[in-house]
């Protein structure tokens, strides 16, 4: 069965701390994988596309790892913000099928100054 | 980036009344869009597959009587929620696949069923 699981659940850390989110997936056949931010009462917005080959990629304060053979993600956030605070979406992409994402429950992500 | 729009962002209706919710690609074409509903923290669901020209596809659960779905060109898709109840008050979200082989989401929609 196709699942995606996130942990934690939900988090809060102090502003300017880093933080890592994980991703667990046991989606096959494996095409991507991406990290979503999604704002309260806001659609996700996409941070960062991982497929196979790729073990790491960075967008700004965000870095995400792929290990594509344990099947798990990380996200790790630098230096936190507290515009950082959201949920934290992974979502899995298999080969086939013609809507083919997996969704994991999300991280929520609490920056307090 | 690519940017899908949704409107309207939230609506209020009386219950038994129908609501529709669009969602425009506003800068490349979708032939496929999708419609999630998210409830409080919850992850989206999947609602239903929209392909221009041609049904949806609903996910098993789904009324397709109730959610319908209309993908009128490649760059509009609709949503109305019909003789709406206020188990069906929620957030819908829509995305479009679009460059690079990236699901792009719209900023959703709050609907409040009185």
């Known amino acids: 069965k196709n699942q995606v699981e996130q942990s934690p659940q939900s988090l809060i850390i102090l502003e300017g701390k880093n933080c890592t989110l994980q991703?667990?997936?046991?989606?096959?056949?494996?095409?991507?994988l991406r990290w979503y931010k999604q704002d309260t009462g806001r659609g996700p917005v996409s941070l960062t596309i991982m497929t196979f080959s790729e073990n790491t990629k960075s967008n700004g304060r965000y870095t995400a790892t792929l290990d594509a053979d344990t099947k798990q993600s990380s996200l790790h956030i630098t230096a936190s913000q507290l515009s950082d605070s959201a949920s934290y979406i992974c979502?899995?992409?298999?080969?086939?099928?013609?809507?083919?994402?997996?969704f994991g429950t999300g991280t929520r992500l609490t920056v307090i100054p | 980036g690519a940017v899908v729009s949704q409107h309207p962002s939230r609506v209020i209706c009386k219950s038994g009344t129908s609501v529709k919710i669009e969602c425009r690609s506003l800068?490349?074409?979708?032939?496929?869009m999708f419609w999630y509903r998210q409830f409080p923290k919850q992850s989206l669901m999947l609602m239903a597959t929209s392909n221009e020209g041609s049904k949806a596809t609903y996910e098993q659960g789904v009324e397709k009587d109730k959610f319908l779905i209309n993908h009128a060109s490649l760059t509009l898709s609709t949503l109305t929620v019909t003789s709406a109840h206020p188990e069906d008050s929620s957030f819908y979200i829509c995305?479009?696949?679009?460059?690079?082989?990236?699901?792009?989401f719209g900023p959703g929609t709050r609907l409040l069923v009185l």
């Open positions: 979502v899995v992409s298999s080969r086939i099928g013609a809507n083919n994402l997996f």
């Open positions: 991703c667990n997936y046991t989606v096959s056949p494996f095409s991507n």
């Open positions: 800068d490349f074409q979708a032939t496929t």
């Open positions: 995305s479009a696949r679009g460059p690079p082989e990236t699901q792009y």
